[in-house]
């Protein structure tokens, strides 16, 4: 079955295991009426950085969308490997720490090359999201189309309940979907996936569990807080308010053990079953007291966007308050903060461009909500002008078609240490838009 979209090109259903899974009636019918956007930049006034950032990213884009169109797979990484070594001495501790927790250094050909994974691995989503803000920001048509394309493959990860990554896969591109091209199809879709999502909920604990894995009783890790958005989604689409009220018990819960002090995040608190805290610890941070970076970002993010959706001051402070953390304990001096802020700096201790991003586009938006946003505009100005240089930003045609470089992880694991990752891309590009948005 083909099915044609308008201009009369034809698209291929998704295959998986040689049966058509996709509901054409369903999704792609509507999905593939006519799209307009007023809000692209049609007539760039931008500064010469931005543009650049933005040619790099629609031709970096466009050349894996091409590379990959005839699979069923979404660009992930680039492989690397590991000396432990570098592990140790940025763990700083003996490797019979953490040696049965490694991953196998891959083979020297695979070295430098796209790892790619499935549409369940909690990364998927961003590829396709990436296409839609690269679209967005150009008003590029062709943009539009991949981002059609590769949204379409996302379809059955709305049947999925494994993770509470759902919550990543969906709303970055099926979201941006429903964003940017409203209708029934598309909002069934975060609708069944936000679902989902909900049957992770435990009322007793009052969290969303993380993982199924491991040796933890019920993990919830502060990545979570990134999923909650797809709830906030699904009740502003639906008018139920069962998907809201969800995400705010999950954030309350998480404010209440996952923090610090110094408002540091730990990255996993596991529960018991009474709703007592079991552990807090770290997964792919330094260590169990460390402020692992990414997670530093995932935090004050997901504040931010829960005060968006709910206008909780509490929420607002949490976001506010790691916001400072961050500003005090980010000591690069180019503003992409290394991958721990307690790692020992040394001259090859990898910066985290995916952290960075996430870092600058929460600010970007939490900017808007205090008095003194500016501090929080200016910073994420800095970090932004920084992964736009040619210290992070690719070259056109090079960095097998990741828009960033330097992005870490999970150092403690071995993996993806100092390599290009999608989700990097994905919050740069957001931030971008949330940045010449509120130049206008």
């Given at each position: ?176 979907a429903m964003r940017l091209a409203p209708n029934d199809s598309i909002m069934n879709v975060i609708v069944e996936t936000a679902e989902n999502l909900c049957s992770r909920f435990n009322v007793q604990i009052g969290c969303i569990r993380s993982w199924d894995f491991g040796h933890w009783n019920y ?65 792919q941070g330094k260590n169990d007291d460390s402020a692992w970076a990414r997670g530093q970002g995932w935090a004050v993010y997901g504040y931010t966007s829960c005060y968006r959706e709910t206008k909780d001051v509490k929420f607002l402070e949490v976001a506010i308050n790691v916001a400072e953390m ?35 586009s929460a600010f970007l938006e939490l900017s808007t909500y205090v008095e003194d946003g500016g501090r929080y505009f200016d910073y994420a100005e800095e970090i932004l002008k920084s992964l736009s240089s040619n210290d992070y930003l690719s070259e056109k045609g090079d960095n097998k078609g990741f ?38």
């Open positions: 079955m083909e099915v044609c979209r308008n201009g009369g090109q034809k698209i291929k259903p998704y295959i998986c295991n040689n049966k058509i899974i996709i509901n054409m009636r369903t999704v792609l019918n509507l999905f593939f009426s006519g799209i307009l956007i007023t809000a692209c930049q049609s007539v760039s006034n931008n500064d010469e950085w931005v543009d650049k950032a933005l040619d790099v990213a629609s031709c970096q884009l466009k050349l894996t969308a091409n590379e990959l169109k005839d699979s069923t797979v979404m660009p992930r990484s680039l492989w690397t490997g590991y000396d432990v070594a570098f592990l140790e001495s940025q763990l700083e501790r003996d490797a019979s720490t953490f040696a049965d927790s490694l991953w196998a250094n891959p083979p020297k050909e695979k070295l430098r090359t796209r790892r790619n994974c499935s549409i369940y691995d909690w990364t998927s989503g961003f590829f396709p999201g990436s296409l839609w803000y690269a679209y967005e920001l150009t008003g590029d048509e062709s943009l539009k189309a991949e981002a059609i394309e590769y949204t379409n493959r996302m379809f059955p990860v709305s049947k999925y309940k494994d993770n509470h990554d759902i919550g990543f896969m969906i709303n970055c591109s099926y979201g941006n993990p919830v890790i502060i990545d979570n807080m990134m999923n909650l958005d797809l709830l906030f989604n699904a009740t502003n689409l639906t008018g139920d308010e069962k998907y809201k009220q969800i995400a705010v018990r999950h954030a309350y819960t998480t404010m209440k053990h996952h923090f610090r002090q110094d408002f540091t995040s730990y990255h996993v608190v596991s529960y018991n079953n009474d709703g007592s805290v079991e552990s807090q610890g770290t997964h961050i500003m005090k304990r980010n000591i690069a001096s180019d503003k992409v903060c290394y991958w721990d802020f307690d790692a020992p700096v040394k001259k090859d201790t990898p910066h985290d461009a995916s952290a960075a991003a996430v870092i600058a828009v960033l470089m330097h992005s870490v992880g999970s150092l403690p694991h071995g993996s993806e240490i100092d390599t290009p990752i999608n989700y990097a891309d994905y919050y740069y590009l957001e931030a971008l838009k949330r940045y010449l948005d509120l130049k206008k």
